[in-house]
């Protein structure tokens, strides 16, 4: 695309009530825009490496079978009451009960929402297991919403929901979707721990988080320099300074952390609740065993500006970046214009995602935009590079003369 | 993918309450759950039309300059002051007052919030142009919603906001995303009339509206079935009977339709609410002008199912098809097992999109459901077909007997 007709431009500035990094460098890139506090829209550079994420999650729970379906948001309170959750989720649920209308609620998860549908087409062991999935906007009141879009009132969430005729079945796909998980953070860049939770709205028992050690985080997780276990600092168990429980050696630490995603197992407390049984080899009738399993996109963007950035701006990981090259024009002359003019358009025919700065601006500007914006890999064509292009890498700021040819071989998707 | 791991089944009942065609059909077929009125769940089957009529507007949006982005859902009221459209929206807009806190309300369009964010890119005539466009969830207080998916309290719209100089510059953009919702009907399988409409919410002057003729839809329009001229009956301009004021034959009928699309010249309405002024080539401050362009794509969805179906089901045209090919197995043999078995895999390593009826059903059983869901082309693999397969076209009901590879030429990705 070409830089000139983008919707959006830098900014030097950024407003002083926004105090996370993930904030600062995605508005003052033009990525997302505070509507208000912790409501943040994405303007198409940050919807570009949202939807970027969103694919890696959805490509990764389909692998693992599951389907993808989109419920409501809006949900009435009959359908929460069915788990007492109507009155128990008051802080965190937006409501509107208005005269004479039936009460409605805004969805913070789809546990009801999806186990009243499970009603209507599991009847037997025959229909189980079964794997649903949605990537889906969600709201919760979030009263001090302050880590830019790592904590959000509106946020889209992969919520994937299974049901299973007995809890062995259950630990065997709770370990894929664990090997999914880990699998979807790696391709986002990001090293996830996996953490034994100390609960939370949900059920105590059963539930893993996964955590990415940064300083934005809002929890703290204890883990293992050595084998990698980890366990929220809150559980009893171990503490830095103790010997590892896993691996018995003495690299134990602890360290601010963002809770990336989450996997619960729920057992039979919203089976029971709606009456969602089956049929069992024997002809008795048994609640289906169940489990969640959760997911931000925003979430995990905004874990990745944390992870991945500099005193000059975002450095996006490949797998997400809004686009692979950002092609720099510098200089006036007719030739070398038509230069970086049929190179764009070559990349362009060859689907390689290109930036292309061909803006009236200084090189200086240019260059401080484009580190800003945080584009993997920055080509700069100019007078000094004489017909060659400069290639330079945001991460390793290594620069390299290479031949157009070169470049798109570099490039061309295999 | 196999029919049997299929999170849905088909139903023969639906409940009293659905009376349009849409909800019955895509109800019974598994395509959607009603969560309440007007409110619906989309189940995998039905997510993959939606998301097929989704990426057909994506992709006629970006083919006319259209940058993607997302915005909120969640909106403040000071936000809406701005056009006193807090006020004025009291009907239809979701709002939550609660005590000690600012008041929220749930957008059901999104012009003062293109407006804001567009004030933080758009200073100067060179930055204009300007075309950005979303696929976002919106909330309307519907209180008599019983159109199914066509008219609903929680929707995704695809709304393009457009950003000029010059009203000639408006004119021909408005022309460009005219002729790309044509297309976009045109790929969904609908045929629609461009409308001039009779105002709504909006300003009452330039718009036009997107309509198809169906005995579901909400709205009469009169038309002329020679020459395709069409207007809101409510204008009083011509009557059917009349002759057309465009072509002056006598072809003009009146009928009920649905508007499955709308375009606004909105002007300077927003722009001078909210201050958003460029300086021109000659250094004066002008107010931008805009427009914006709306489509359901849940409200194509239901239209394309009240227009295509038959007594038999629904008869999705080709390119929003949840599958391409309804492979239906019939038989117990190993070998005619095997047959149908090795198809599906090559099928499926053609990335040929292959629903596999592979359950222990009756034919009858399997063929009621096929023409229950829709699938364009059926294909049948029995004793019967002798190592052939008997391909059903689903619109006409032809019937031929061809080789496994008659059969994959056809369907290949070109």
Redesign the interface.
């Known amino acids: 695309?070409l830089q000139s007709?983008?919707?959006?431009?830098t900014?030097r500035h950024v407003s002083g009530d926004e105090t996370s990094i993930n904030a600062k460098l995605l508005t003052q890139a033009?990525y997302i825009?505070k509507?208000?506090a912790g409501?943040?829209?994405?303007?198409?550079l940050?919807?570009?490496v949202?939807r970027k994420i969103e694919q890696i999650i959805r490509e990764e729970m389909n692998d693992i079978?599951g389907?993808?379906?989109?419920?409501?948001?809006?949900?009435?309170k009959e359908?929460w009451e069915t788990t007492s959750r109507w009155e128990t989720s008051e802080q965190i649920m937006?409501?509107?009960e208005e005269k004479g209308a039936?009460p409605?609620g805004l969805a913070w998860t789809h546990e009801e929402?999806v186990t009243r549908?499970?009603k209507?087409?599991i009847n037997s062991y025959r229909d189980l297991p079964?794997y649903?999935y949605q990537l889906q906007?969600k709201?919760r009141n979030e009263p001090r919403a302050k880590s830019g879009i790592i904590r959000t009132?509106?946020f889209v969430m992969k919520d994937l929901y299974s049901f299973h005729t007995t809890e062995a079945d259950l630990d065997v796909y709770y370990e894929q979707v664990k090997e999914a998980y880990l699998k979807i953070f790696k391709r986002c860049g990001l090293e996830a721990l996996v953490v034994e939770a100390s609960g939370g709205a949900f059920t105590k028992k059963y539930s893993h988080e996964f955590q990415v050690l940064t300083e934005a985080g809002e929890d703290y997780v204890v883990y293992c320099e050595a084998c990698k276990y980890a366990q929220n600092k809150d559980l009893d168990k171990a503490k830095a300074g103790d010997n590892c429980p896993q691996c018995q050696t003495n690299k134990l630490k602890d360290g601010k952390s963002v809770e990336v995603g989450n996997i619960f197992k729920l057992g039979t407390k919203f089976s029971e609740a709606f009456k969602l049984y089956f049929t069992d080899e024997q002809g008795k009738q048994q609640p289906v065993i169940m489990a969640s399993y959760g997911i931000g996109p925003g979430r995990v963007m905004g874990t990745i500006v944390e992870v991945h950035n500099d005193k000059d701006g975002i450095i996006w990981p490949e797998n997400v970046a809004p686009f692979q090259l950002h092609l720099i024009l510098l200089g006036e002359s007719a030739e070398i214009k038509k230069q970086a003019e049929d190179l764009y358009k070559y990349l362009k025919d060859q689907n390689i995602e290109t930036l292309f700065d061909e803006r009236d601006e200084s090189a200086g500007t240019k260059f401080k935009d484009a580190d800003l914006l945080g584009i993997p890999w920055r080509a700069v064509v100019s007078e000094k590079t004489k017909g060659k292009i400069e290639l330079r890498n945001r991460l390793t700021g290594k620069i390299e003369l290479i031949s157009n040819k070169e470049l798109l071989n570099k490039f061309s998707v295999q």
Do not use: H, N
């Open positions: 695309m007709q983008l919707f959006t431009k900014s033009g825009d509507q208000m409501v943040y829209s994405y303007l198409p940050g919807w570009r949202f079978g389907q993808e379906m989109e419920m409501t948001a809006l949900q009435s359908l937006y409501k509107f039936a409605i929402a549908i499970a209507r087409f079964r649903v906007t709201f009132r509106e």
